[in-house]
């Protein structure tokens, strides 16, 4: 989107009979009678500058599901310091101020990410080695969040022997959409999930400073998980 501001001499400006240079000549009468060609007058296009802000709007406000109201507080929450907060017990999850929905699968996959940054682990991609096993790492906090309720059995069978990259990808790629589909895509930058080093060796992790993360009630095993990498 563009904002233009159209600029003519003043001589011109308020003289009734003009008001843009027509394509053939035309020839105007001033209040003194003195006249010129309105053909030939010079007309600027200004660039005005302005805040854009769309790209950081979440997708219901851009489909028009939400009210004025809620459009602004939306745009004033994308100034709003960096601020993650996910809750075990209530096992939901916040971003700058704004309720992100994810399904059970997704929001472990990122309490996951999330609790890995918070303590400083390293980056890891599907076949990344550590004890206890990537696998084993996701279900604690899957089974922390939600228990064993939903698809839990079937993800606990899916990955009875450990990640695929199928897998993997698929809940990065669902975590990250829905991430922007809360926020927008200017406002979720910062909480996504961002790939590091080249194929096919490519690494994963949550780049967000650690001050910005809060975890609350966090169970025991969580708060004490540690990985070895071999």
């Given at each position: ?22 394509p053939?000549p035309?020839?105007?009468i ?38 004025f ?10 100034f709003?310091?960096?601020n ?7 096992a939901?999850?916040s ?5 992100v929905?994810?399904?059970p ?40 969040l ?22 993997f ?22 909480y ?14 949550l780049?967000l ?17 540690s990985?070895?990498?071999s």
């Amino acid at each position: 989107d563009r904002l233009s501001h159209v600029v003519v001499d003043v001589d011109y400006l308020f003289n009734e009979e003009f008001y843009y240079p027509p394509p053939k000549p035309l020839w105007v009468i001033r209040k003194d009678e003195s006249g010129f060609d309105a053909s030939k007058v010079t007309v600027y296009l200004a660039d005005i500058p302005f805040v854009r802000l769309r790209a950081g709007l979440p997708t219901d406000l851009l489909q028009g599901n939400a009210s004025f109201s809620d459009t602004i507080h939306a745009a004033q929450q994308r100034f709003a310091p960096l601020n993650l907060t996910l809750d075990y017990r209530q096992a939901t999850l916040s971003c700058h101020g704004i309720p992100v929905k994810m399904s059970p699968a997704e929001l472990s996959f990122y309490a996951w990410f999330t609790h890995r940054q918070l303590h400083q682990q390293p980056s890891i991609y599907w076949r990344s080695t550590e004890t206890p096993s990537l696998a084993e790492q996701y279900q604690q906090h899957y089974l922390a969040l939600h228990g064993k309720r939903g698809k839990y059995a079937q993800i606990a069978t899916l990955l009875a022997n450990g990640m695929t990259r199928e897998w993997f990808d698929e809940r990065k790629s669902k975590t990250n959409k829905a991430l922007r589909q809360a926020l927008g895509d200017t406002t979720a930058q910062p909480y996504l999930l961002h790939n590091h080093g080249h194929r096919p060796h490519t690494t994963c992790c949550l780049n967000l400073e650690a001050q910005a993360i809060h975890l609350k009630h966090p169970p025991d095993n969580i708060t004490s998980l540690s990985c070895m990498t071999s």
